[in-house]
């Protein structure tokens, strides 16, 4: 196959054909459009203004800025709206962060594309055994344990119909690799063994696919044994919002034997079902994008990656971004080992030739020459240093005010661990109820038991807070904890819980305010001065006014114009208040169309009692 013809057929996933995007700020219909940082001439010249105009506008404003000094946004926005535009800020999508790429295809360029399946639930309960089933492999003789240790991606075609699946561990220290499976599947098969029952990390498998949003299908394994009870399965995952078709829910429960092969075929003719229902489609005539699966390094090979393929087709020999990585397809391999010249989408794959080891769940792209990969990637890695110094996914509740007012959060998530399930089950139907129709809590995880790796991994990539009652974390815990900025927050009394979150909520409130209204001030004479506008002359007839306040001016009883107060003052100094029956000098911001005789009257906005 000549690979540099495969590249002529393919379209580019970025904007102008693969091009960097440029900075483009642009003035249209009275609003500057802008995407980045700029400096007082760049911004003057964007406006067609002076730097002069700017530097003075800032300046009384109480901003001491110079010609090459780059802005803020809150400086840009002032100044637009100074000299007569609206703003708006634009993001830049481009090669650099392309997981925001809004990639949209022609609706004749799409091909139906196998669904994405990942076989979740608690260890032992048969996920692989029943990979195996469906495979016909033995891959359950190689695991350490019997315990899955990595995801891992396998794909089958079953009546012309191809699968991919996902096998995800189950043992609680590898919560975070079922998140990332979770989150690039398109159903999930919950395994739950009939002769044991829900257990924790049924219960994590659970909550990582409602995050997800996925449909689930809930696969009843060891109906064969003694003491193997269906019904019981029913029943218990119905508290979890798992309710079957049979009994009026949406989820689709199926009897199965992975090890004596029962139920496979139903099993399978279920996923078949939902994946029709989904119309799953991709476009196969683009450069690959998709997320890495799993990844390690290989003494012989180097860097090695599992790659889940989601749109597009990647090709033997492209050049692919991966998280910060990037480099030439040396190798390409499907599960069974054997070479592949190309991948669609839905496919994993196994490459060898990437600059550095990636993480599972970062995402990846092919791109058309070396050296745009090369930039790319060296940009991303600089952009992924720089998040980092700033800051972390995970909050404390000294946060959540903060980010309520800025209008960034109305939900807190909540971990709870307990000494016991008695307990831990009364916090969560306690904190249940302190939910308002303003401020929603949603309890992501409740279980007894240690604080875990698992917990604090969950909490900085649900935004959550960890609350134990009657636990404490280790010391290796409580270091990881501080590492992810995740805050844990113990407590031995239910009473003092509650009421640290009923607080936490109020603080997250925006109270209603009012008006108060402080005093009026009448304008009796003009000054006008060129640099500064208009100073009125005022006497004070009651309260007072104050510096910074807000205010109106009335003419003839109609108010005439609302805004700010610039600067007050008595004889040549800057005063906080006049009070009743004193004069003083005012100019009002952005205004300079008084009249003698108007009424300037001052107020403030106040919480409400």
Request: proline share 3%; charged share 25%.
């Amino acid at each position: 196959m000549n690979n540099k013809n495969s590249y002529d057929k393919r379209r580019s996933n970025i904007p102008n054909g693969g091009r960097n995007s440029k900075n483009q700020n642009k003035v249209n219909n009275g609003v500057f459009v802008y995407n980045r940082a700029m400096s007082v001439s760049e911004l003057a010249k964007q406006l067609n203004i002076t730097p002069s105009d700017i530097i003075k506008f800032l300046f009384l404003q109480k901003k001491m800025v110079t010609i090459n000094q780059t802005l803020d946004d809150e400086s840009i926005g002032m100044v637009c709206l100074n000299f007569g535009y609206d703003f708006k800020k634009e993001k830049i999508v481009s090669e650099e962060n392309f997981e925001e790429l809004d990639i949209v295809d022609k609706p004749e360029d799409l091909k139906l594309r196998a669904p994405v399946v990942t076989v979740m639930g608690h260890v032992d309960h048969g996920k692989t055994t029943l990979i195996d089933a469906i495979r016909s492999s033995h891959l359950v003789d190689a695991e350490v344990g019997g315990i899955s240790q990595a995801i891992g991606a396998y794909q089958k075609e079953i009546n012309g119909q191809k699968i991919t699946f996902l096998d995800t561990p189950g043992h609680e220290a590898f919560t975070a690799m079922r998140s990332r499976g979770a989150a690039v599947t398109d159903i999930v098969v919950l395994v739950v063994a009939a002769d044991d029952g829900v257990m924790p990390q049924t219960i994590e498998a659970i909550h990582h696919a409602q995050a997800a949003n996925v449909p689930i299908i809930v696969a009843v394994n060891k109906i064969d044994k003694d003491g193997a009870n269906p019904d019981k399965i029913r029943n218990e995952l119905m508290q979890y919002d798992i309710v079957p078709e049979e009994w009026g829910g949406s989820n689709i429960f199926c009897n199965i034997s992975a090890k004596k092969k029962i139920g496979i075929d139903s099993l399978l003719e279920a996923i078949v079902l939902v994946a029709e229902m989904q119309e799953l489609k991709a476009n196969p005539n683009r450069y690959a994008i998709g997320t890495v699966i799993e990844a390690n390094l290989d003494k012989g090979e180097g860097p090695k990656a599992t790659l889940l393929v989601q749109n597009g087709t990647l090709s033997f020999q492209d050049y692919v971004v991966v998280g910060t990585a990037y480099g030439k397809i040396r190798r390409m391999t499907n599960e069974f080992k054997k070479t592949l010249k190309q991948a669609g989408p839905s496919t994993p794959v196994s490459v060898i030739g990437l600059s550095e080891v990636p993480n599972a769940g970062d995402k990846f792209m092919a791109f058309p020459t070396d050296k745009q990969a090369r930039e790319i990637a060296l940009k991303r890695k600089l952009a992924k240093e720089e998040t980092k110094r700033q800051g972390t996914s995970a909050m404390s509740l000294e946060d959540l005010y903060n980010r309520a007012q800025e209008g960034e959060i109305q939900d807190i998530n909540i971990i709870v661990k307990a000494d016991t399930n008695g307990s831990a089950e009364a916090i969560k139907s306690s904190l249940d109820k302190l939910s308002t129709d303003k401020i929603r809590i949603h309890v992501i995880h409740c279980t007894s038991g240690a604080i875990t790796e698992s917990d604090i991994m969950l909490a900085s990539a649900s935004h959550a807070v960890i609350y134990g009652f009657n636990v404490r974390p280790s010391s290796l815990i409580q270091q990881k904890a501080e590492e992810e900025k995740v805050e844990i927050r113990l407590h031995r009394i239910i009473y003092d819980l509650l009421n640290e979150m009923q607080d936490a909520m109020k603080g997250m409130l925006k109270k209603e305010q009012v008006e108060k209204v402080l005093g009026q001030a009448e304008v009796r004479s003009l000054i006008k001065v060129s640099k500064v506008g208009t100073i009125a002359g005022c006497y004070v007839t009651s309260g007072l006014i104050k510096s910074n306040s807000l205010i109106r001016l009335l003419r003839n009883g109609i108010v005439v114009y609302e805004g700010k107060l610039g600067s007050l003052r008595r004889f040549k100094d800057d005063v906080k208040e006049v009070k009743e029956g004193f004069e003083c000098g005012l100019t009002i911001e952005n205004y300079n169309d008084l009249k003698e005789f108007d009424i300037v009257e001052s107020y403030e906005m106040v919480d409400k009692d």
